[in-house]
C-alpha cells in the first residue's frame, strides 16, 4: 500500500461483520478473529484516520459472549495501537440498538462513537446526527450517521392500510432523514459529507445470508433517496459488496467473509475511501484475505470417490467446508459415507459439512450435516410450497416476485416474533 498523501483524510468503510454468526451447527470464530487482526494492520498501514461500520455488528440481538469478547478486543486494540483513528459504529437489522448502546459513554473515551439510534427533537420527530472529524473545531469530514431505521421510526401505522401506502410511507421517512441530515450539514460547507446507512437500495444484489428488514421489501429506496450533498454513502445490510444505481460514491461494502454457500464467490472487501479539498478523491477496494474457502461441488454419483480424490481447494490458513451435491443420485446406496470415506485424510485441506442428492426426478432432496443423513422434500421448504402454487395459479413473473417478497416478510416477522419472546 502506498503511504497516505499529504493532506488526506482517510476512511475505511466495512460492514456487516455478524460477529457470532454460524454456519449450521459450524462456528467462524476463527474467520472473524483472522478478519479483525487484518483489518487492524490494515488501518496501521493505510494510516486511516476514521474507520466506519455501517451495521451488523453481530449476527444476533443477544450474541455469544465470544462474539462480544472479539469485538471490544478489537477496539481497545486498535485504540492502542492507532490513536488517532476514529470508529464509527452504527446498528443494523441483526443488532440490539440497547446492547449496541449500553458501552456507549465509555467507548467515547477512547474514540468509538456508537450510533444505534437517531436522537428523537421535543416533538417526537427524528433528529439528524452530525459528527464532525476529527472535532468540531477543526472539521475535515462530516459523517451523517444514520442507523437501521426501524418501521416505528418511519411511520405511524394505521389499520386497514394497503401495500401501496405502507411502501409510500416508508420511503417517504427514509428519504426525509437523509435530506434532513444533507440540510443540517450545510453549516459546515466546504467540508466534505459522509452518510451512512443499513437498508436495501433497489436494484442491488442480494444473498442467501440475508433477510428482508422491511415488510416485503418495502421500504427499499433508490439511489436517488440519496441527496447530491452527500460525497459518499457508506451502507451496509447486503453482503455482496456494490455500488449502487451505477454510482461508485453509493456503495455497499459487504460483508468481510461468506456467511452462506451462496457467497463463496463474492471477492470479499473493504473501502479505502480518500477526502481532501471538499471532495472525495479516491475510492478504492481493499481485498480480504479468505482464511477458510467456502465451496460448492457438484459430482457425478458415478464419478463421486474418483472426483473427491483429486479435488484441491484453493490454499487458506483454515480448511475449507464444502459443500457437496452429487448428481443424478439414484439412492441404491449410502452416498454419504461413500462422500465421506472418499474425503478421509485430507481434512488439513478439506471438510464436507453438507451433502445434497440431486436424484433425477429433480424433486425431492436429501441433505445432510455431517454424516447424518435426513431426507427432506419440497413440504421442508414453505417458500418452496408456496412458489409451487403461485406457478400452478397462472400469475404472471411480476406478480409472483411480488407475492414471494411479501411471503419472505410474513416469515420474517414470524422469526422477529420468536427472537423477541
Same mark, same amino acid.
Given at each position: ?32 478473529? +483472522?478478519? !479483525? /487482526? ?7 498501514? @493505510?494510516? %486511516?484516520? &476514521? ?5 451488523? #455488528? ?109 411502501? +409510500?410511507? !416508508? /420511503? ?7 435530506? @434532513?441530515? %444533507?440540510? &443540517? ?5 466546504? #467540508? ?111 464419478? !463421486? ?10 490454499? %487458506? ?105
Amino acid at each position: 500500500m502506498n503511504p497516505k498523501p499529504s493532506g488526506i483524510f482517510r476512511v475505511l468503510h466495512t460492514a456487516d461483520w455478524h460477529l457470532g454468526k454460524t454456519l449450521g451447527n459450524l462456528d467462524r470464530t476463527l474467520e472473524h478473529q +483472522r478478519f !479483525l /487482526q487484518w483489518l487492524e494492520a490494515t488501518v496501521i498501514e @493505510a494510516e %486511516a484516520d &476514521a474507520l466506519v461500520i455501517s451495521g451488523d #455488528v453481530f449476527d444476533s440481538a443477544t450474541p455469544p459472549q465470544s462474539a462480544v469478547q472479539l469485538y471490544f478486543q478489537f477496539l481497545a486494540s486498535l485504540h492502542q495501537k492507532r490513536k488517532e483513528c476514529r470508529v464509527v459504529v452504527i446498528s443494523g437489522n441483526h443488532d440490539s440498538p440497547a446492547q449496541l448502546d449500553a458501552p456507549r459513554d465509555l467507548l467515547q473515551l477512547i474514540g468509538v462513537q456508537v450510533q444505534a439510534t437517531l436522537p428523537r427533537r421535543d416533538d417526537g420527530s427524528l433528529a439528524p446526527a452530525l459528527l464532525p472529524l476529527p472535532s468540531a473545531e477543526e472539521p475535515r469530514l462530516v459523517i451523517a450517521a444514520l442507523p437501521f431505521l426501524r418501521e416505528r421510526d418511519l411511520r405511524r401505522g394505521e389499520l386497514g392500510q394497503d401495500a401501496d401506502t405502507i411502501r +409510500r410511507e !416508508l /420511503q417517504a421517512g427514509i428519504v426525509a432523514c437523509y435530506r @434532513a441530515a %444533507a440540510e &443540517a450539514a450545510r453549516r459546515w460547507e466546504g #467540508v466534505p459529507l459522509l452518510a451512512t446507512g443499513h437498508l436495501t437500495a433497489l436494484g442491488a444484489a442480494t444473498s442467501a445470508s440475508e433477510r428482508e428488514i422491511h415488510v416485503g421489501g418495502l421500504g427499499s429506496v433508490g439511489a436517488d433517496a440519496f441527496p447530491d450533498a452527500f460525497h459518499y454513502v457508506a451502507l451496509g445490510h447486503l453482503h455482496r459488496p456494490q455500488a449502487v444505481g451505477g454510482r461508485d460514491h453509493i456503495r455497499y461494502a459487504g460483508s468481510p467473509i461468506p456467511l452462506s454457500f451462496s457467497e463463496a464467490q463474492d471477492a470479499k472487501e473493504v473501502r479505502l475511501l480518500d477526502f481532501v479539498g471538499g471532495r472525495l478523491v479516491g475510492n478504492v477496494p481493499l481485498p480480504v484475505p479468505q482464511t477458510r474457502h467456502l465451496i460448492e461441488l457438484r459430482v457425478p454419483e458415478e464419478s !463421486l470417490a474418483a472426483a473427491l480424490r483429486s479435488f484441491a481447494p484453493p490454499p %487458506a490458513e483454515l480448511p475449507a467446508w464444502v459443500e457437496l451435491t452429487i448428481l443424478d443420485a439414484k439412492g441404491e446406496k449410502d452416498l454419504v459415507q461413500t462422500a465421506q470415506l472418499a474425503a478421509r485424510g485430507r481434512e488439513a485441506e478439506f471438510e464436507i459439512v453438507r451433502v445434497l442428492l440431486e436424484r433425477e426426478s429433480a424433486q425431492p432432496l436429501l441433505e445432510t450435516g455431517g454424516t447424518d443423513a435426513v431426507e427432506e422434500s419440497i413440504l421442508a421448504s414453505p417458500k418452496a410450497v408456496f412458489a409451487q402454487r403461485l406457478k400452478a395459479g397462472g400469475f404472471d413473473e411480476a406478480t409472483q416476485t411480488a407475492l414471494l417478497t411479501a411471503f419472505d416478510e410474513l416469515c420474517d416477522r414470524l422469526r422477529e416474533l420468536e427472537r423477541s419472546a
